[in-house]
Antibody, heavy 121, light 113 residues
Framework: EVQLLGSGGGLVQPGGSLRLSCAAS????????MNWVRQAPGKGLEWVSS????????YYADSVKGRFTIARDNSEKTLYLQMRSLRVEDTAVYFC??????????????WGQGTLVTVSS | DIVMTQTPLSLSVTPGQPASISCKSS???????????LFWYLQRPGQPPQLLIY???NRFSGVPDRFSGSGSGTDFTLKISRVEAEDVGVYYC??????????FGQGTKLEIK
């Protein structure tokens, strides 16, 4: 069974940093692209970032480009999202999502439960 | 960016009755590979989203056959033939022909009467 366990969320002040993790199990982690999707409180879904299976290709939403960095450690079966210069508008539940393909393609077949990031002074 | 527009934003349906959600994209989602990259996701209350439909009309593994997707180009529809209580939640369409970014519709909240 595919499992994606997110962690690392919490309360941080504007301008601060946070690193999210998503520990994967139940599938060959190194064989699939991974993604981060967020959901602000009471709002819809927003794609944040994607990374290919090898980690060699990454994509970012304009709203986070230059501030967030997606990475993965295939030996540890873990996906990361390093978030810097956080803004109030980054407050959201962050979901990690497994893709069905080696390169990100939108086929998000498994999702983690989400980890809450709150940016507030 | 491709804009995805869903209608209605909410609907209330009696169990056993059909439901339909429309999704329109600002650009064609038909790729040169012949596939149309339109997906439907359902987010049940308190849960992460789950994949329902991929490439317009293909039900994902385990999705009941009361769910069906149709459409082409820029106009798409998700239909539930007979709504059940477990279908409650928010339905999102999403495009992946263009990356970045993937874009979602605003979501359609389905409630049971």
């Amino acid at each position: 069974e595919v499992q994606l366990l997110g962690s690392g969320g919490g309360l941080v002040q504007p301008g601060g940093s946070l690193r999210l993790s998503c520990a994967a199990s139940g599938f060959t982690f190194s064989g699939y692209a991974m993604n981060w999707v967020r959901q602000a409180p009471g709002k819809g879904l927003e794609w944040v970032s994607s990374i290919s299976a090898s980690g060699g290709t990454t994509y970012y939403a304009d709203s986070v480009k230059g501030r967030f960095t997606i990475a993965r450690d295939n030996s540890e079966k873990t996906l990361y999202l390093q978030m810097r210069s956080l803004r109030v508008e980054d407050t959201a539940v962050y979901f990690c999502a497994k893709d069905l393909r080696v390169v990100s393609s939108g086929y998000f077949d498994s999702w983690g439960q989400g980890t809450l990031v709150t940016v507030s002074s | 960016d491709i804009v995805m527009t869903q209608t209605p934003l909410s609907l209330s349906v009696t169990p056993g009755q059909p439901a339909s959600i429309s999704c329109k994209s600002s650009q064609s989602l038909l790729h040169s590979d012949g596939k149309t990259y339109l997906f439907w996701y359902l987010q049940r209350p308190g849960q992460p989203p789950q994949l329902l439909i991929y490439e317009v009309s293909n039900r994902f593994s385990g999705v009941p056959d009361r769910f069906s997707g149709s459409g082409s180009g820029t106009d798409f529809t998700l239909k539930i033939s007979r709504v059940e209580a477990e279908d409650v939640g928010v339905y999102y369409c999403m495009q992946s022909i263009q990356l970045p970014p993937y874009t979602f519709g605003q979501g359609t909240k389905l409630e049971i009467k």
